[in-house]
């Protein structure tokens, strides 16, 4: 024992250090990551809360809804600086208050997690911001609003060799949605998981159009992603709604007709909803160049919600977009009518849209996308949130999708709602087609499904349109009827059609730009547009479209992938086989799942042992936060470790026990003495 206090100062200041190593320790969470639903988790708003409905059902009551943008998905900081570091204030009740009292009904949380991840322990988040989040969608929950999550901006997802590294940036994704997917099991749902936002090639010469290779990285990601939240098993996660993008979120039509839908357990998962971003007419939503929303532009938009309905609403696929805003240039008024036109095809589409929000009112460079003001609260733009209500009010929901299936045809290819009373408003109720040649060959024929009005009339006409030969309004006689029930069908063969082409100077089919069916009466309730003959099939594989040389497709043969049969339907609920004769134009897709670690192990000869861990668990040195709490990327791609806390943990012990050893030393000294 010292007798005097000369050296006391130093037993009380390694004691000192030693409680702030050890707690220091357990904070960082050396201990490993078993699971972040080891936190408690208490509910604020899910009592007698919303289950047992599809995503069809969650989708109709999303209406529209508003990006935190900027904020928790920024990428400078860590923890209590994270969620400010691009320059957003924090978070606040009064804000989503604010938000719900304004009409919205969702709102989108985009979250980077890259700086809050501990790389050296299974990817463990910080509990502390996990529990950031938390509050946040509590606040969410209080005002009775549905709630996305996500993961954003992600050094690690986005590389430029994603088709190559997808395995090791899969094995990192299923360690953060584990972890995110158990903490907030218990959360019914309005809360809705969305595996990525933008998956890309970040970098590459493609990454924003992508290509086969990037598809199928993007349609492993999220496959993983889906089996994960799935396999979780606990609360609500085995009916949670599941956003799934494809590659870049892109509104694309070869990239919507990109993606796979994950499956689960050998079946489609369910409660899937697509997830596409729509920032279009791109020089007026993102760029500086354009100021004015005219009906081109207008019909532009329309043309992307009629895409979206043709690839996965017509497939029974819901669709939120997940992003579009149309950027602060000095031109209010031409802003509103851009989101008159949005909330009017959200509502005739049934796509709920969520406009992107960053905080940013600068008027310059494409991104000033400051809807609110988020520190006093006051909508900045009032009249462009109004616009895209009064355009969600002016159209019946879903009028755009009304459509029976079955009777006469097979194949629909288009369906339309009500009929209008005058020739000025044919403008809304014709079908474009387009006069795709696949439609308009020799031996078929064009039908129109329809449904008459109470009189009895509504008989829809068939228009062609040659814009080269200034044919822009030629009708075509009918060759015969048919009834189906309540049904009526008309159908135009091949040689009628010709001969009214013929008849107003043009001769060649390639000079037919579209096909248009009209009505002038009202209450037609429901008309479809069928096309027979032979087949001409297509197949797709993870967005690669491919034309068969006979009546069936060769079983592909994927790396990572297990084929699993063709099906009429992008949902695998129409198998279709090889003594199938398809009438029209046809698509079959193709089942696939990804192989199990058996599986790949069987493949692999005892020369060709695995060097890396099956896909399940990491499989490169995993992503880590640097002091300035930025991903660090070595030069093959990978991350470095350990993490900035890892290393003040190592030094906080190390200096403490020279200190400790130290002060011994001088004890025994002073014995000597």
Known sequence: MLKNGRYQWIRNFAALLLCAALLATGFAGVKGASAAAEADVTLTATDGGLTGKTAAEIVAQMGIGWNIGNTFDATGGMGVTHETSWGNPKVTKELIHAVKEAGFSTIRIPITWAQEIDARHDYKIRDTFLARVKEVVDWCYEEDLFVIINVHHESWLNIKDLDKKYRTVGAELAAVWKQIAAYFAEYDQHLIFEGTNEPRMAGSTVEWTGNKDGYKAVNYLLQVFAETVRADGTGHNDERCLMIPGYAASCSTNVMEAVSLPTYNGEVVKNLI????????????????????????????????????????????????????????????????????????????????????????????????????????????????????????????????????????????????????????????????????????????????????????????????????????????????????????????????????????????????????????????????????????????????????????????????????????????????????????????????????????????????????????????????????????????????????????????????????????????????
Not at 283 to 302: M, P, R, Y
Not at 367 to 391: C, M, Q
């Open 274 to 673: 697509a997830s596409v971003h729509v920032y279009s007419p791109y020089n007026f939503c993102l760029k500086d160049t354009q100021k004015t929303f005219g009906s081109a532009d207008e019909s532009e938009v329309e043309a992307i919600f009629k895409a979206i309905r043709s690839v996965f609403l017509d497939c029974g696929i819901p669709v939120v977009i997940g992003e579009t805003s149309a950027t602060e240039k000095g031109n209010t008024e031409e802003r509103v009518k851009w989101a008159e036109c949005m909330g009017r095809c959200s509502q005739a589409y049934g796509i709920p849209i969520v406009i992107w929000d960053n905080g940013s009112d600068t008027k310059m460079g494409g991104e000033s996308h400051a809807y609110i003001n988020r520190k006093t609260n006051e909508w900045n733009y009032p009249t462009v949130v109004k616009g895209l209500f009064d355009g969600l009010a002016s159209t019946e929901r879903g009028s755009a999708l009304t459509k029976q299936q079955g009777g006469i045809s097979a194949n629909a290819i288009w369906s339309v709602a009500t009929g209008k009373k005058s020739e000025e408003a044919w403008k809304s109720s014709y079908l474009t087609m387009g006069a795709k040649s696949t439609w308009f060959a020799e031996g078929r024929e064009i039908g129109i499904t329809y449904t008459p009005n109470a009189d009895g009339l509504g008989e829809p006409k068939l228009i062609l349109d040659s814009e080269t030969k200034q044919a822009w309004w030629i009708p075509v006689e009918p060759t015969r009827y048919e009834e189906s029930g309540d049904k009526k069908v008309i159908w135009y063969d091949y040689a009628t059609i010709m001969a009214a082409m013929k008849a107003n100077g043009v001769t060649d089919p390639a000079d037919l730009r579209n096909f248009m069916v009209i009505t002038t009466e009202a209450g037609v309730t429901t008309y479809e547009v069928l096309v027979t003959g032979d087949a001409k099939v297509t197949y797709k594989v993870n967005g690669q479209r491919y034309a068969m040389g006979s009546n069936y497709p060769e079983d592909p043969v994927l790396e990572d992938w297990v084929f699993e049969g063709w099906y009429q339907t992008k949902t695998y609920e129409k198998e279709y086989t090889k003594d199938m004769t398809l009438s029209g134009d046809a698509v079959v897709y193709a089942k696939l799942r990804l192989k199990t670690d058996a599986e790949r192990a069987a493949e692999l000869t005892p020369t060709a042992a695995p060097t890396e861990p099956p896909a399940a668990t990491p499989t490169e040195a995993p992503a880590t936060v640097s002091p300035a709490g930025e991903p660090t990327p070595t030069p093959d791609g990978s991350h470095e470790a350990p993490s900035s806390t890892g290393w003040l943990v190592i030094c906080l012990i190390g200096l403490g026990a020279v200190i400790v050893i130290i002060a011994v030393i001088m004890l025994l000294q002073k014995r000597k003495k």
